[in-house]
């Protein structure tokens, strides 16, 4: 009898939610994606020194590929968040994802420029931009980014996903894959109803993604849809049959201890009828819906700041270590 992480692979194509090359190298994952909370844990690490010392040193290299006033901590951040992605593509035989810098989540040229930086970072280390996914908040700057991106070839990933209109304006924008956050979703409703019952089909997150998921099929939008953040192999097995699925190394292990049938519970071939109208969203409803949706506008506020903290930690340790 396979276990449940074997089952779940002939389901959904199982991605990897760490920068720990071992344990990549352990659970072989298609994909990975990281994160600047991710990134931050791992230049912690003395396994990471090496790549660290060695981003330090072609500091005065690419310097000249910046702006006059750029920082060097954060021209470091960058090329150790490159160099710990062609890590992990040694290791993987999909795509890693690495994060544009949450601070320009609201700046669309900034996105742009700092996406084809990483890329160009990455093909001068021999990865092909076909193996990268940028990871872009969300917001409206974001999707914007993401739309000329992809025209450009540069595929991304849009993160930070809270609601349906966050899902389908990603979408109509061609986006290769937006990422929902099963777990950020439900702590939000935790928090607000604590004496609920959210466990299994009844987890808010799960629903959320289930709803997008749906809706793409239904109405054939190719843009992959990646459940993340999960809290518990429940939300896994509840999202099992979704197109990618990005899983902690503890997860994965927890899973992998499981014997049970895993159910089918989503199918592309037959999608549930979608609840929402399909129609072309403007800037100004984007903003509306977000704004009426309080859990999706504290949660994408809330995850832009949290991960540019851990961005500012690692800047603040790369200058009191290195400079």
């Not at 928090?191 to 466990?199: C, H, I, K, R």
């Not at 049938?261 to 409803?285: G, M, Q, R, V």
């Amino acid at each position: 009898m396979l276990n449940q992480l074997e089952q779940l692979r002939k389901l959904t194509c199982v991605v990897s939610d760490t920068g720990d090359i071992q344990a990549i190298r352990k659970f072989q994952p298609l994909d990975a994606t990281t994160n600047p909370s991710l990134v931050f844990k791992a230049a912690q690490q003395e396994q990471y020194q090496s790549l660290l010392q060695a981003c330090i040193q072609q500091l005065a290299d690419v310097k000249p590929l910046y702006p006059l006033e750029f920082p060097d901590e954060k021209i470091i951040v960058e090329l150790f968040s490159v160099s710990l992605g062609c890590e992990i593509s040694k290791i993987i035989q999909g795509r890693v994802s690495t994060e544009v810098d949450a601070s320009l989540s609201f700046d669309t040229q900034a996105m742009i420029q700092t996406a084809k930086r990483l890329i160009e970072f990455y093909q001068t280390r021999g990865v092909d931009s076909s193996r990268v996914l940028i990871k872009l908040a969300s917001t409206w700057e974001g999707i914007e980014a993401a739309k000329v991106l992809e025209k450009q070839n540069i595929q991304c990933n849009l993160t930070l996903i809270f609601s349906f209109h966050q899902a389908l304006a990603a979408a109509q924008a061609n986006a290769f894959l937006i990422s929902p956050f099963v777990g950020r979703i439900l702590d939000w409703h935790k928090q607000q109803n604590p004496e609920e019952d959210f466990s299994g089909n009844k987890d808010p997150g799960v629903h959320s993604v289930k709803q997008i998921f749906n809706h793409f099929k239904q109405h054939d939008y190719k843009t992959i849809v990646m459940g993340a953040s999960f809290r518990n192999i429940e939300e896994i097995q509840q999202l099992a049959g979704c197109d990618y699925l990005t899983i902690s190394p503890e997860l994965m292990s927890t899973l992998e201890k499981n014997n049970d049938l895993l159910d089918i519970a989503l199918n592309k071939s037959e999608p549930e009828k979608s609840i929402f109208e399909n129609t072309l969203l403007s800037e100004s409803e984007f903003h509306w819906h977000l704004n009426e949706d309080e859990m999706a506008s504290t949660k994408l506020a809330e995850g832009i700041r949290n991960f540019n903290k851990d961005q500012l930690k690692l800047e603040q340790m790369i200058k009191q270590k290195f400079l």
